[in-house]
């Protein structure tokens, strides 16, 4: 999965796009390097970033919906927002689409309820609060993978409850969101008690602090560390992972489904 950022102020200012041109050769980047889903946003989830009016995240996630399909019409296309009303007019105007909330639907109450009667595809992520409060909300009465874990049980329950089909679910742990350093790593390693509920899980590590505060580095020096953690997260369970560096992420995938078919069997070395 591809991220397309359409704001000025995305973590990762290699991402950042705002006018179409640039939308543009992201997304003919994405496409040639392999992205399997294009994920489109317009609002900004890194730790403490401004409000986006709703008027204003449509127009943006419009504009890369427009070029997507433009570019590529088959390719399937992911909306990151937690507010129904942007699904809502994203599917009046394109039609399917996957909906990645970073809320799972905590965040807005008719998220839940838009989805399931539009029938699409739905992405949970675990956070806690919002992105303005969200990393001042890290402390848990238990460890951090019984914690999430737990939630997806009962979040699950209740978007199936809303009318949000299982086969149509998938769950994000939302490194980053809500989580320190520390608890990050804790749920990378416990990622398959979560693959364990039975449904896909996305990974969203790329260039991540968990990485570059580790390393003492920068987002824009986080590539090498985000392959690693990748591979990781595939080892756990991941069905899907959602990266700034396509090439990258394709490779990495490809070198663990060889790894996974041969190279744990004897007499396969060259």
């Known amino acids: 999965m591809a991220i397309v950022n359409i704001t000025p102020d995305s973590f990762y200012a290699g991402s950042r796009t705002t006018e179409a041109a640039a939308v543009e050769r992201r997304v003919r980047e ?18 403490g970033a401004g409000e986006v009016p ?30 129904s009303e942007v699904v809502e007019r994203a599917a009046a105007a394109f039609g399917d689409l996957i909906v990645n909330d970073i809320s799972a639907g905590e965040l807005d ?3 839940a309820g838009t989805v399931a009667r539009l029938g699409l595809p739905y992405i949970a992520m675990h956070m806690k609060g919002d992105p303005q409060t969200m990393q001042s909300l890290t402390a848990y009465r238990r460890d951090i993978v019984t914690e999430v874990v737990a939630y997806f049980e009962r979040r699950t329950a209740e978007l199936e409850a809303a009318g949000i089909r299982r086969d149509r679910l998938v769950l994000d742990p ?20 979560l693959r364990a509920l039975g449904y896909p899980v996305l990974a969203g590590l790329s260039r991540k602090s968990m990485i570059y505060k580790v390393l003492g580095t920068t987002p824009a020096e986080a590539l090498a560390g985000t392959v690693a953690l990748g591979w990781e997260a595939l080892r756990g369970g991941a069905t899907l992972l959602r990266v700034h560096d396509v090439r ?11 790894y996974e078919r041969v190279g744990q069997q004897p007499g396969t070395a060259e």
């Open 30 to 47: 994405a496409l040639d390097e392999g992205a399997s889903i294009l994920d489109i946003g317009g609002y900004s989830s890194r730790p």
């Open 54 to 83: 709703p008027d204003e995240e449509w127009r943006r996630v419009r504009l890369g919906l427009d070029t997507v399909r433009r570019l590529a019409p088959g390719v399937p296309v992911s909306v990151d927002t937690f507010r």
């Open 109 to 111: 109450p008719a998220m």
């Open 174 to 193: 939302g490194f980053g969101f809500a989580k320190s350093v520390e608890q990050n790593y804790a749920l990378l390693a416990g990622l398959p008690r």
């Open 248 to 258: 990258e992420a394709v490779e990495t995938i490809r070198l663990y489904t060889f």
